[in-house]
């Protein structure tokens, strides 16, 4: 158990940290050689990204106010952080100091991050979607937590020229980078029709509650000040578009939900960083959930991180899937690949 857990730190810092988090990749390389905090991570569901649960414990504790030295090295509370080598054990002694209530919190929350930026490649996803079929979208996401991302039609987009598109008066305004491909630029200029929008979640956060809203907030790495703006925004735009958000089982509860949608609309599965929290038996399940339901109406499935890290659309009709893979994407949306040829049009109905 030891040994996986300093891998999996090691392997935060290296694939995930590097020109995101610098203090996050301190403290993940230095984590993996301690014995004491290897100790506290093992109060984590096996299922859950550990590094991110830990130091969002941690964030949250610092947020909820809890005194101590270790928040002058936080970006997220003070203006001008400390980056010296007493670093880490300032770290340590905070985790062992609050060991007891980070245990709870390990043991009780999931990771949850709610990445609204995420948003910059389903919106010509969508887009695509709709230039195919000329139908309204019914949305169904599978781990919404608090649903930000079923709000994507209310947010304004940039792709690294002065262009906006989306709802251009927008309060959420998203900037991302096409890395890889480019955009037609006709997919960007119209927001597709929405009909119906589901989220189901294990834990649907409310962000209407102070210490729910906190704890997707201390999920947010401390550097990154302009995901913590799209979040709290994003936060603001949900109390004014209320959502249809169930509580369960997402796959199980998929073909249920699915027969409610419009028949006279296009359904969207979809849910991204999710399925690597799933086992192998749920993911094939998943699938033949989808295939079940597109013998009685096409779907497309939208999704990352099950198979591989990529972006994939799968268009399902009859049993059959059509895939097409758009690329690498950036955890937090910075940036995403855009492979999809327009001319391989999907078979209708």
Known sequence: MKKLLTDTFKDFAEKECIGSSPLYRELSLKIAEDEDILDLC?????????????????HYLLLKGTEHELKDYYPSLVDFPKRDCYLYRIFKDFCLENKEEIKVILKN???QTNEVRRCAYLFPVFSYIYAQTQKPLS?????TSAGLQLLWDQYAYSYGTEETYGKKDSAVHLESKVREGRISEHLLNDVPPVAERIGVDLNIVDVTVTEEKLWLEALIWPEH???RRNFLRAAGKLQQHPLSLLEGDGVSLLPEIAATMPEDSTLCIFHT???NQLPEEKKSRLEEYVKDISERRQVFHIYNNMNDRRLHVDHVLKGKATTHTLGD????GRWFDWKIDLKETPPTE
Request: overall charge negative; cysteine-free; glycine content about 6%.
């Open 42 to 58: 093992t109060e984590v569901e096996k299922s859950q990204p550990i590094p991110n649960l830990l130091f969002g414990a941690v």
């Open 109 to 111: 929350n999931i990771v």
């Open 139 to 143: 949305l169904i996401e599978i781990g």
């Open 225 to 227: 000040a302009d995901r």
């Open 273 to 275: 960083h999710v399925a």
């Open 329 to 332: 994407t950036d955890v937090h």
